[in-house]
């Protein structure tokens, strides 16, 4: 597998390790030394990686270190925030997102992101929720092909069978787990490319977790997802690849497995032994 | 501490909490004085005639205030019509697109507008309109009205909009949707509930105000004649009869001023009760 | 643009307004919202350029003196505000003294020593004071009160306390004393809402290390609580004296209208919306419509001068809360 390490504070260039490599891996979305501040405060300093296509990517690390931040500049969230500012270049495809001519808004219904809190827009009903992201887009649309799209997000949301018989009742009136994977179905809904996950289970009770894990599994097939999460054992759980990140920066990027038998970073090992954070 | 200075502060106490609850119970005694009389007199005198008919010339008893009550309907829809747009849209202004530099110069240059006395108000009307137009009019009521409603509806809409959770418009932009679309399919159906709170006092409130009424309005012995025209409206009849020497007419004023009282506090009842039950 | 074909239903190509139509739509809707805005912006500074242009025949004619004159002529065409301005002040000044004890009162009423059950309805009932037009509190006023000062309550005070220039002259009932007191009536909501909202913000802890140590109800208020929101109790006054100076109807239907600079409580007077609300649909003539107009800018400078200061004190009262105690 290949995989690309960065480490700036130790000074030493990147070392490329190449264990068997197996033909061509995609990487869908490339950081490039990207950096972030909150006006003046950095909160990501210089961080390059590339996220597998079609995987799980889990980004782990203490409260503060920046993952939250990280995430939300893969789809141009960040800039939304107050005194939000980007340097450096994340690639979609090879073309970066924060190119000159480039839409933020096109950008966000190619990587779509779910957040900690569950919000789901409680004026609107349970249908319309999933079908707000093309709703809130399109001038018109045929009533029939909605039905059809709600569905279908629904269903890859694993959260059809609860609310087929009450589509039209308001999205507020889902328990916290429900909501959040109607929060799921409706990023689906827009066929996103990525789907990034800031904390997503966070705010829920074990056995919604559990669910929202296996479906994270389940769409891995279909979406790239990438999740943040402070969790460790969730990480280890369901992610194909894990970046550890450390007061904004990137200490060390690697296959989950061996991120956590084996960690080559001592901050690294010392984080997932629970030495602190 | 010696058992008279305990005693005495017992009783300092004692006596500067009644006298609290008196002052509460004052506020309310008054309260009570002035919607009792209003209801004593003024319902006596309220009768379906009162409603129907039109007002009689001077010395004629008898006669109502049809043309009144047409006319304070036309003012608020019409200072509505006006205002509401108005408000609204700066209230979004002021809420979610306005650079905060400017947005609080806005905010700020509102907060005076809302402060500036209804009578200077009703001046700047007449200035504006009466005097170029060498009439009284409807419009210039209407705009007199409106202009006390606009900083009123702004603020109060701009205060809806910012209860709304951040989380909500973040939800809303990370499905690519644009900003605009965001804020009139999420903000501000959140935020409904508070908006027309805030619209329904205002309301309430310009349909009680007489002084801006006075010289733009005028009132008419003709009933209601056009927008262009003088109009009569509840509260300026009140004021109009309740100084004239008539005794017919000050019982008129009475009913009439039950009447609009009706109105006012039924509206501001229903409104706060039913906001109050929603954030409990 | 799908990362994986899963055999999936869904074929509907993403038609969207995203892109450049996106980013314009956010400009016009940016633009129009702003516009909008503007004219609030614009509203007020029409307000006073209109207002300037309409009283300047007068302030061409009197210049300063306009405020220290004592005529009002329309026949001579010569006018003067002072009595107008000394009524607006005294009427207000006489419902403040009477407003405020009973207004701090009831706020510390409502905030320290009621219980919910009681605290709820006697807020809501206060606010419904306020929300009375004040047409209607004027009728009461003219009918209700007046009579009611006439005797019992002035000619207690004439004949008791009539050694006072305050308190001489014929009892009319309607005059400065009416004024103010139905002015207090309308006043009394606004400072007891705001102080009582004052009050609450204050913190618990300050409370109970009072009752630690072994205060009364009575003297924690008295020595913390309302130390401790001194400005915004302040700033509730002033808020309070700018709707009074401001308010026109019910002082006109109780002041009397009488043009005169006396010193005794009785005597009926004017303030300046009083006159303005009484005269200006008969006036005619630039100067003395001028006249008019220029008292309504002064009474626009002060009650904007009077709202400025009592927004400044509340809202120091609450940043400083906020920052640290």
Redo the contacts between chains.
């Keep these: 597998m290949l995989y690309e390490l960065t480490n700036n504070t130790t000074g030493q260039a990147a070392p490329e390790r190449v264990i068997g490599a197996q033909g061509n891996t995609k990487y ?1 979305l490339e950081v490039v030394k990207l950096s972030a501040w909150y006006g003046k405060a950095k909160a990501v300093n210089d961080i390059s990686m590339k996220i597998k ?2 995987a799980i990517t889990a980004l782990i690390g203490p409260s503060g270190c920046g993952k939250s931040t990280l995430i939300r500049c893969m ?1 141009r ?1 960040h800039e ?1 925030s107050d005194g939000g500012k980007v340097s450096g270049q994340v690639l979609l495809d090879g073309s970066d997102i924060y190119g000159r001519e480039v ?1 933020a ?6 990587i ?2 779910v ?1 900690q ?1 569950p ?1 789901a ?4 009903s349970i249908f319309d929720n999933v079908a ?8 018109w649309y045929r009533k029939g ?2 039905q ?2 709600v569905v ?1 997000s629904l269903k890859k949301a694993a959260l059809w069978e609860e609310v087929k018989n009450k589509l039209n009742r308001s999205g507020a009136s889902l328990s916290g787990g429900q909501q959040q994977r109607l ?1 799921i179905a ?2 689906i809904a ?2 996103p ?2 789907l990034l996950m800031d904390e997503p289970c966070s705010a829920l009770d074990p056995i919604s977790t559990l669910k929202i894990e296996e479906l994270m599994l389940e769409i891995k ?4 997802v990438v999740i943040v999460t402070h969790n460790m054992q969730q990480a280890a759980r369901v992610s194909d690849c894990t970046g550890f990140l450390l007061l904004g920066e990137l200490i060390e990027f690697a296959p989950t497995k061996e991120l956590f038998s084996v960690p080559h970073d001592k901050r690294t090992e010392d984080y997932i032994t629970g030495r602190f954070g | 501490m010696s058992e008279a200075g305990r005693v005495r502060r017992k009783w300092t106490n004692r006596i500067m909490l009644i006298l609290c609850g008196c002052a509460v119970g004052l506020c309310i005694l008054i309260l009570a004085l002035i919607v009792g009389y209003t209801v004593a007199k003024g319902a006596n005198y309220l009768n379906v005639d009162f409603l129907t008919h039109t007002s009689k010339p001077v010395g004629e008893i008898g006669g109502g205030m049809r043309d009144e009550i047409y006319g304070t309907f036309i003012l608020v829809g019409l200072a509505s019509v006006i205002a509401l747009p108005i408000g609204l849209m700066a209230g979004i202004y002021l809420a979610e697109f306005g650079s905060p530099a400017v947005a609080s110069v806005v905010r700020f240059i509102a907060d005076v507008l809302a402060g500036v006395p209804s009578i200077v108000v009703g001046v700047f009307a007449y200035a504006i309109l009466v005097r170029p137009m060498h009439t009284y009019s409807a419009l210039s009521a209407g705009v007199a009205l409106a202009i006390i409603m606009i900083p009123v509806v702004a603020r109060t809409a701009e205060e809806a909009m910012r209860l709304v959770p951040n989380s909500m418009r973040e939800a809303a932009l990370a499905l690519g949707i644009n900003r605009w679309r965001a804020v009139l399919g999420v903000v501000v159906p959140g935020a409904l509930t508070g908006i027309i709170t805030g619209i329904v006092l205002a309301v309430a409130r310009i349909a009680g105000e007489t002084a801006p009424l006075i010289f733009t309005a005028l009132g008419s012995a003709f009933g209601v004649q056009g927008l262009l025209q003088p109009i009569g409206a509840l509260p300026l009849q009140i004021y109009r009869y309740a100084l004239s020497p008539y005794p017919d007419w000050q019982q008129q004023a009475w009913a009439a001023a039950f009447l609009l009282m009706i109105l006012v506090l039924g509206i501001n009842i229903v409104v706060r009760s039913v906001s109050r039950r929603k954030s409990m | 643009m799908k990362c994986s074909d899963s055999g999936t239903t869904s074929s509907i190509a993403v038609k969207d307004w995203s892109g450049r139509r996106g980013r314009l739509g956010d400009k016009i809707f940016l633009y129009l919202t702003f516009i909008f805005a503007l004219i609030i912006a614009v509203s007020l500074v029409a307000l006073l350029i209109v207002l300037n242009i309409s009283a300047w025949p007068a302030i061409q004619k009197f210049g300063v003196s306009f405020l220290t004159s004592l005529d009002w002529d329309p026949v001579k065409e010569v006018f003067g505000a002072l009595p107008a301005i000394y009524g607006t002040l005294l009427s207000s000044i006489i419902a403040l003294i009477i407003a405020v004890p009973i207004s701090i009162g009831s706020a510390v009423f409502l905030s320290e020593l009621a219980p919910a059950w009681i605290r709820e309805p006697c807020s809501f009932l206060i606010e419904m004071l306020a929300a009375i037009p004040s047409v209607i509190i004027g009728l009461w006023g003219l009918f209700v009160l007046v009579p009611f000062i006439r005797s019992p309550i002035e000619s207690w005070l004439g004949s008791h306390l009539g050694f006072l220039p305050l308190f001489q002259g014929p009892l009319f009932g309607l005059g400065f004393l009416a004024a103010g007191i139905i002015l207090a009536v309308m006043v009394v909501p606004i400072i007891t809402a705001v102080s009582r909202d004052v009050m609450r913000a204050v913190p618990v802890t300050q409370r109970e290390a009072m009752y630690a140590l072994g205060a009364t109800r009575w003297e924690t208020i008295y020595r913390t609580v309302l130390p401790y929101c001194r400005s915004g109790l302040l700033g509730a006054v002033i808020l309070g004296l700018g709707r009074a100076l401001g308010e026109t109807m019910a002082v006109t239907m109780v002041i009397g209208n009488s043009y005169a600079l006396t010193s005794s409580l009785f005597s009926p007077g004017v303030t300046i919306a009083s006159k303005i609300a009484s005269e200006f649909s008969e006036a005619s003539g630039d100067i003395y419509i001028g006249s008019l107009v220029e008292l309504a800018l002064v009474l626009f400078g002060i009650t904007l001068l009077v709202n400025i200061i009592a927004r400044l004190m509340v809202w120091r009262m609450i940043s400083v809360k906020a920052t640290g105690e």
């Design positions: 869908i296509a079609q789809n969230m939304v839409d808004v096109t950008i966000r219904r190619r779509g992101m957040f809190k919000t827009f409680p004026t609107m707000s992201g093309i709703n809130l887009t399109r001038l092909e909605l059809d799209l279908h929060c409706r990023a827009i066929e490319e990525i097939k279909d979406y790239t």
